[in-house]
């Protein structure tokens, strides 16, 4: 017979009958090794054997197959028999090469023919007599299945971790490395000492072969062998080619088909999907059970994770191969739907969900997922599909940021469906859910008051990109959500969207039951708001910065589409951002401008917003914002200058750039000196070719010249040569002209000084000519007479400074003497008021200032008492100079002068200027100066006094130095425009350190950040932390503990507070009593939060020498102020801003979970901080026990002698330390057991009213259904329940926490949840309570509305998350009729301390 020689290489009748016994016996768990010479013949065999006897079994089955009958099958086992050949022999030896496989370090060979026998073992299970035979074992069944990946080589060890990512990286969150269980670490050695072993590629196709063999064996046994009585092997079947899917890539699609010719199937991960199909025939069991285990293993496969038999999964690297079996698996599950219908529908819900609730943070995962969750319910009719966005509504509130950031993404890819028709859903209930509207309002727009800063983000960010989807329903809803008709509006308060409070989230991702995952309903009406815009504009200030780039985003979508108004309040908010302290929010506000500049470039508030925005950041400190800035004002500006002629049409871009210069020139000249950088930087880099400048010039005659001129008076002093003809033209035209505009006046004067050492002589004469004649007109408006003296300085320079000098002396010198004239013909006359000219009076005295500087011989003492005369009363004796100010007295001191207000304020400019040219003027006006600033009323001339002493301060360091006491008192003065002038100046004086932190500036300037104009504060602090602190790191620090002494005007010190200070000043600047406690507490937190550690640190331990020390040495004494004293410094040693960062912050916890995923660099951050967190924490310790307890202790019995009330303060300073140290307070306190005993007592007393206070705010009213954190809130932290088993695919359940049944007992809840027990509805309302272990049998859990199907398949029920019981109890489902009367009002759940302490 064929098959008893293809049986011969096996040596049957030479194995022993005693060997054979011992193999079963050891249930195929372990080889046995046979003879020595009956081993290495079968070692020998070689795979041709294989393949005959395999060829020849399965023509025998074929022929059973064909012939329909029991003969074929019968002669198999009757020949064996007859021939004496033994089947349980021949099943021992087909596992010996079985096992062999198994053992370490086996070769190619032994692996082919380890895999050609297990092929062999499953053809024989395949023909009918196999059970009767006992050729059937289940756990060799198993080890057969298990050589697919047993017999294929892994990869090294490095490459493995490398697709594999750890699961602690899974959702963005650190974790603690993971301790490796037994099991693992022992596949770990297999695969290290795998890994000395080399496989050619030869070697690796040979064992592909037998890979691919021994898989069409395996379904060539699934189609005739049932499984249905062994569901072990069913599981283990599902699990094996699920793992198949990954073996190798695809080439092409693949056809998924019930009949199908297995010969045909190439792929290893096509044959996988064919027998993962035929698992789900009847024969094999419960379609259902069936179906939910091929579903709980592909889900896995579309959220590209591992997962083993046990331990939790974790993620694989997203390769091309990945991706590809990923999609694969989600167009299987589509077509089982359609081959299965209402058969598969349940459990694609169940998918679905899973898929929701294993999602992991990291972006790219997400995005995937969401894709295939689009593709999944792309399958769904609709009234299906509108059940499962009703749980993605209650899902888009999860207590997990994950989840409520997925919900997210899942909306997006819903929204480019196309939407759905109501007519299609039966139920009449759940057509809301079909529409888009509802997607964008109800989920997307919802998350915008998402607690999670990353949420928020997201949400923004996809709400700017539903403006772009084609759908109109979608920007509808967009626009019914910002327009002012009809929108449903709410309280400011109510708008707060109830998110549950964001938990940690986990780390790993535990095995769950795979069962439909339901969530409570609740019922939103958050979607419509009064002040969307207004909220929208506070998101672009938020506090953290992905928020804030997400609202930019938002905002120029909303303004591209018309959704909300172009004002320029909206646009300011933009332009604004560009100025943000993060760099990225920076660029991101640039880009945002640049974007809504593009697509509506003829809007002038636009084009205004775009300008504020740019220009100022071409002097931005980031050099990448810097270059961002040029090239966008290079792209917009520069590049479209082209060659004008009048008949030329200019095109949109052109038009463009001729409105923003004509805003330049007109609106916002106030950016005229960062324009200027601008060009200094362009200069360098050579842009202005000659091309460049003649196609300017050649605009200078059309009717947009006013930014022709603006752009030549930037490039003229960078340029070699311009061609002077048209200029000169140009000039002459505007001296002839009546009607001059003046800032294009201003522009042309530039260029003509920059021009003027290109002109010859007589060109420079005439020139001056028409300056001085133009001049001499005093009709000038006053920027014109400063750029016309600036303009005749250039034309008159030269080599020769004496011959410069002398052209200056010759004209500047002329116009000083007609301005004295005339300010003499007017002083000295009486009734001089009656008929003034006020404004000839003031360009008089301007062009004598700005004259003056360029000929300081030419000022005489006439001049500079005309111009004091000016200021004060008229002097008879004036003429003859015979009468002088006297420096003791302030201006407004003399004798009332008649003249107004801002001929004053000119005179006050005009008499600096002066001053600046002679240091004997500058030691006789600062004192009147600083008379006027003390007792002057007007507060022009006081603004101006303010900058002339500022101005002579650079000159005349030494001189003014003594008056800046002076001047920083006008940081308390009653105006606020003197106040924000003083501070404007004094800074910038600092940051050029003309003036030193010296007396009481510094103090000064921490009173500036309580200032009651919110405008002024914050300027402040921009002043002291983004200008001063970085040229200065240590000045908060120096000057923390003189402040709490100055502040509380303490001067009992020895070493604080003595600087010299009128009773004035003290009374003005003091900040003492409890009705400004608030303010110097502003100051302290402010001060402390810009602290480093180590500068934390050494106050501390500063705050111990100089206060503490003081008073428990009874150095200060312990009156009212000293009282106060203490009291303030134990309250600021209280504060958490004094807390070390290094011990306060959670090592590895990302600010803002800006970060999505981590990396190796961020891991050893995390480890590196963990230790230096310990070390600190150590020194501190140390610290406080040796310098901080003794003098506590000394502190406490003075205290208690005088029976001071400050000890009430001492010991909240005490609960406030030892709270990370409250089971060492005997160790701290050995010295003094009594103290130690008070401060545990107030510990254990502060913790139980913390306590009490958490389960009071865990509680809500029965009324308080409007805030949105009653509603349907989730617990932090989900509910522990019993260890789930592996395989069971139930339901993830969300903890809910019921406010009724919160305050029964354990007993109670039980039997509360035994009566409801057989409730059965179609209602989806979830009531978390919880039950016993075991309570809950054969009941329909969570089951959807329209379906009648019982999705619990055993008794794990309802768990979410968690893999261990806390308590031994299980959060049940119980679903509520729409008959039953609804839970009255929820109570508060109120419960003893000391109950819940017996219950732990």
Known sequence: MELISALQFLRLNDVTEAWVDTVWDLEFT???????????????????SFRALYQCLLAHADDHQSVGSDGASQSIWVVLGESGTSVKSLVAVLSSFILAAKSKGANVHQRVNSLSAASLYLLLLRIPGSIGNKVFHEVLLDTCLDLTSHCWPQDSGKKRKKDILKSSQSEGKRSKPQRKDTAEMEVDEEEEEEEELHFSGRDLMRIRDAVALLVQSLLRLIQIFPLKDRPQSMIHCVQVLSKLLYFEPTIGGLIFAAEQDITKLRSIPEMAFHGLQLLCLPKHGDQKESLRRVFHQLLYVILMMKKGNRGKPSLLVPSQTILTTRNQAVQFVCHLVDELKELALPFLQILLQHICFQMVEKSEFRSHGAQAVGMLTSQMASTDYAYFIKWLSNFSRHSKMVHRLFSVDVVMVLLEQPERRPEECQDPDLVCFLTHKFLIQNLLFARRMDESPTVQGHALNCLAQCLELPSLNATKAIHNLFSASGTQTVLEGEITEGTLSTQHTQKTYPTLPFRTVELSSTDSSGCYTRENVALLLRHVKDSKTNVRKAALQAMVGLLKHDVIPMTWENLETLSERCRDPAVSVKKKALQCVGELLSAKPECSVVQKAWLQGVVPAVVDPENSVQDKALEALDLVLLNQIKPYSVNCHLDASQRLTWNLLSLLCHECQNLSRYFSRAFTIWSKQKKFTPVFITSLISHTEAD????AWLLLSKVAASSPKLPCGKILDAWDTMISSKDVNVTTCCHILCVMGDIARHLNEETKDRVVGDLMSWLKTFTLPLEMISSAVETLYQLGCSEDMKQTQAFLNQHCGELVLMCESYLASIILTENRAQDLDEELMVKHLHTLGVASLQCPAKVSKRTVLLVESVLTTHSDKLAECQKELPGSLPLSQFKANSLPTRVRAHGVITLGKLSLLHEELVQKYLPVFARELELGTEVSVRNNIIVIMCDLCVRYTNIVDHYIPNISACLRDSEPVIRQQTLIMLTNLLQEEFVKWKGSLFFRFMVALVDPVPAIASLTEYCLLHLLLKKNPEMFSQHFIECIFHFNSYSKHKSYNKFPQSEREKVQFSLKGEQHREKRF??????LEHFTDAQRFNITNKINQTILACFADEELPLDADGSGILSETFSILSLKEMKLHAISSSAGVAAGEEAEEENMAAMAKAVLQAAQKKVVSQVQKKTFIE??????ISLKNLLEQKHSPVLGNLMSYLQVTMQDYRNEVKEFFSGDEQLASEIEFVLKTAE????????????????DAKTPKAQGSVQGSPVRSRPLLPFNFATPQPPRLNFQAARLSLTDRVHRSRREEDVQSKSITLEGTVMVKGAVKDRAISTPKGFNINLTFDEGV??????????????????????QQAPGPRLWNVQSPLRLRKRI
């Not at 947009?704 to 930014?707: L, N, Q, V, Y």
């Not at 310098?1187 to 506590?1192: A, D, G, K, Q, W």
């Not at 968690?1362 to 959060?1371: V, Y």
Request: charged share 30%; hydrophobic share 35%.
């Open 1358 to 1379: 309802s768990a979410i998350l968690s893999d261990q019981g806390t308590s031994g109890e299980s959060s049940v489902l119980h679903v509520r009729s729409s008959e």
């Open 30 to 48: 372990e080889r046995k090794p046979l003879d020595d010479a009956i081993e290495e013949e079968l070692t020998a065999s070689d795979e041709k």
């Open 1248 to 1263: 139980k009213e913390r306590e009490m206070l958490e389960q009071m705010n865990t509680c809500s009213l029965a009324g």
């Open 1187 to 1192: 310098n901080t307890v003794p003098l506590i």
């Open 704 to 707: 947009h010249a006013a930014g």
């Open 1082 to 1087: 502003r100051i302290y937190r402010f001060l």
